[in-house]
């Protein structure tokens, strides 16, 4: 519980927000997206809002925080809790959906169904049944049930910087090897480029100077981005650095990885493959947090222009960009102070 209502600064109060965000739905899934996006909104606009707030009242004034949202904030304001939150944090059904949502792979819908159809409340009662024969997953959903215990605890800074260097040894060989690229930049973005002491994932961008596109709406008139993912992926796979493979597309890698001997756990490991002229785009937006991302987007709409994790761009022309050759030209070109990251 809060200690003390007085004391409770904006941040505690998005706390309050992002923690009901992050709950399951009980009441079906539909809508859900809806609330969630409802809190996730209320509990940035707190966080970026420079003054405390101290009523409801005075947070609906600012965008992003609703009517039901202020009614929320003055509840915890007067108790120090959000009854709500307080109820669902023991409500059995919402305990069993998260344990079985905390599986890769796993969503709200096959989630409930499992509860109703098959009674399955827990991942030890997932996996009887998985044994039994009587619930059957996917492959993804069996790496994710598989691993779910050690998916679930965060990666230690150090670890990281390990997992950073054989990733980058890995380059270096994929480099060394037969039609190698010469040119493949890695940078390990998301909280660990933040410098935070633990991860939850390690979140790698690669770009090479041969994957460029030349249109601000890269999802429809994309460059061919080759091979290189795909060799960039077996180049870690022959490093014995992944380990099982949960998605890709063409510009995106999701897997498994662990870093060779004993001891070591399995780590979540995201990899997005950007083109050349929009790689600062993603880095930033890759590297968050998502409120620095939101905050520059605001900007940008306030100087008749769009940023993306693509580009930034004239607001009636997409077709003109800002070329950047690093992450501090977009902080320049919208006039914001410039961050380090370890202060995003
Ligand atoms: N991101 C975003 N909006 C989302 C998801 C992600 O802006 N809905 C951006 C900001 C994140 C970055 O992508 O910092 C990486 O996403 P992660 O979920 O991996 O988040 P972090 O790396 O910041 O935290 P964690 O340590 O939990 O992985
Ligand atoms: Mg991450
Ligand atoms: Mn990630």
Request: glycine share 8%; charged share 25%; with cysteine.
């Amino acid at each position: 519980g809060r200690a003390c209502s007085l004391g409770a600064g904006n941040a505690e109060l998005a706390d309050v927000f992002d923690e009901m965000a992050v709950q399951p739905p009980i009441r079906g899934i539909k809508g859900d997206r809806i609330r969630r996006m409802a809190y996730s909104r209320a509990a940035d606009a707190l966080r970026r809002h420079p003054a405390a707030i101290l009523s409801g009242s005075e947070a609906q004034a600012i965008q992003g925080v609703g009517a039901g949202m202020a009614r929320r904030l003055d509840e915890v304001l007067e108790t120090g809790e959000l009854k709500e939150l307080a109820e669902l944090r023991q409500d059995p059904v919402v305990i069993s959906v998260r344990e079985l949502r905390s599986v890769y792979g796993i969503g709200p819908k096959f989630a409930a169904e499992l509860m109703e159809k098959h009674g399955v409340h827990s991942l030890a009662q997932l996996r009887e049944s998985v044994e039994a024969g009587s619930v059957t997953l996917s492959a993804v959903q069996r790496v994710g049930l598989r691993l779910a215990d050690e998916l679930r605890i965060r990666i230690p800074r150090a670890e990281a910087q390990e997992i950073e260097v054989a990733i980058l040894h890995a380059r270096d060989s994929l480099a060394a090897s037969v039609d190698g690229p010469q040119d493949l930049v890695v940078v390990i973005c998301g909280s660990y480029r933040r410098g935070k002491a633990e991860c939850g994932d390690i979140d790698c961008l690669i770009t090479s100077d041969t994957y460029t596109s030349n249109s601000a709406i890269p999802r429809l008139k994309q460059a061919t981005s080759g091979d290189l993912l795909t060799r960039f992926v077996n180049a870690l796979r022959a490093n014995s650095l992944i380990t099982d493979d949960l998605a890709s597309g063409p510009s995106k890698y999701m897997g498994v990885c662990k870093l060779p001997g004993p001891g070591r756990l399995h780590r979540r490991l995201d990899i997005r493959y950007i083109p050349r002229d929009q790689f600062y785009f993603g880095m930033l937006y890759f590297t968050g947090p998502r409120s620095l991302s939101i905050d520059m987007r605001l900007r940008a709409i306030e100087k008749g222009m769009v940023l993306n994790e693509y580009c930034l761009a004239s607001k009636d022309d997409p077709d003109d960009r800002v070329l950047v050759g690093s992450e501090r030209q977009i902080f320049e070109a919208l006039q914001v102070p410039y961050k380090e990251p370890h202060e995003r």
